[in-house]
């Protein structure tokens, strides 16, 4: 997706999910720039979203991320987003989550 982008991935238990975004984000940018694969020098947006899932979700999961593409011509991110929030019981501030 052009504006976003789903990851699932496992994450050690000696690492926080911050010290894994902030790797993540470091290195791929780097490596986005370092290879020109964008017109204009790419940047991650400060924040980012972290969920859990459970092993008997994993299949279910992986097929949703790399399916992306078609779903997001029927829901946008932002509509998504705010509907996993809510489902889920995640007060949050409108101001803050897609700013």
Do not use: C
Not at 68 to 73: D, G, K, L
Request: hydrophobic fraction near 35%.
């Amino acid at each position: 997706m052009d504006d976003h982008a789903h990851i699932l991935l496992s994450i050690p238990t000696t690492q926080t999910i911050a010290q894994v975004m902030q790797t993540l984000k470091a290195y791929s940018s780097k490596w986005l720039n370092e290879e020109h694969l964008t017109r204009e020098r790419f940047g991650w947006q400060e924040g980012y979203a972290a969920f859990s899932i459970s092993q008997s979700n994993l299949d279910t999961v992986r097929a949703y991320v790399l399916n992306q593409p078609e779903h997001h011509r029927k829901h946008s991110f932002e509509d998504e987003f705010v509907s996993l929030l809510v489902a889920h019981g995640i007060r949050y501030d409108e101001q803050y989550v897609l700013g």
